[in-house]
């Protein structure tokens, strides 16, 4: 069975400083892998994608990726963290549905 | 464009009632999902419709819940009789293509509550 882990539950930085969310994956076969963000109030929206091609992923808002095959994993980073970086993100994996991790709250201080 | 919709946005029934969740997807979108999340743990997913075809129901806790999308346009997930563990945010998301192609819109969920 396919399952996604996301290893930090609650993180807590200050404005500047580096990020990095782990999340791991089990499949077996092609696996499409996904980051979604929730802001307060408002909609799960993609962050960034990965099908297949340069294992380093860019999204938006200055977000990148990295696909490890042989470590199973899809950890999120950003240099920089900004206050507004301040939300709910989701890994999620699968090839016909997703199937999602329970999600790291990230609160960044000013 | 209009968004993935859902309604209602919140709604707090007692055990035991029937409540019918509504989701309209993008216009155009043939792949509609529904998903849940009980408070702190994963968004769980629930079923997948392609246009009004289940292509997959393999979440679905039980058979008090149901899950239509006639017409292929908008769906309804209805839960009777509701139990205390139904609670929790339902989400509802769209696709125009299948995984590989797009990816998933989501509404901003609607918050059930049993009492």
């Known amino acids: 069975a396919q399952s996604v882990s996301q290893h930090n539950h609650h993180v807590i930085l200050s404005e500047a400083a580096s990020l990095e969310l782990g999340c791991n994956y089990s499949?077996?076969?092609?696996?499409?892998l996904f980051w979604y963000v929730q802001y307060p109030g408002q909609h799960l929206q993609l962050l960034l994608k990965y099908f297949s091609g340069d294992p380093l992923v860019k999204g938006i808002k200055g977000f990148e990726a990295e696909f490890i095959k042989s470590k199973f994993s899809f950890n999120l980073r950003k240099p920089s963290v900004q206050w507004s970086d301040t939300a709910e993100y989701f890994c999620g994996g699968g090839y016909q549905k997703v199937t999602f991790g329970t999600g790291t709250k990230l609160q960044v201080i000013p | 464009e209009a968004g993935v919709t859902q309604f209602p946005s919140h709604s707090v029934i007692e055990k035991g009632q029937t409540v019918t969740l509504r989701c309209d997807p993008i216009?155009?979108?043939?792949?509609l999902y529904w998903y849940r999340r009980v408070m702190g743990k994963e968004i769980k997913f629930l079923l997948h419709f392609v246009k009004e075809s289940k292509q997959d129901e393999s979440g679905m806790p039980n058979n008090r819940f149901l899950a239509e999308r006639t017409g292929g346009t908008y769906s309804t997930l209805k839960v009777q009789p509701a139990e205390l563990e139904d609670s929790g945010v339902y989400f509802c998301?769209?696709?125009?293509?299948?995984?590989?192609?797009?990816?998933?819109?989501f509404g901003e969920g609607s918050r059930l509550t049993v009492l």
């Open positions: 216009s155009g979108h043939d792949n």
């Open positions: 499949y077996g076969g092609t696996v499409n």
């Open positions: 998301a769209s696709s125009q293509g299948g995984l590989r192609t797009g990816e998933l819109f």
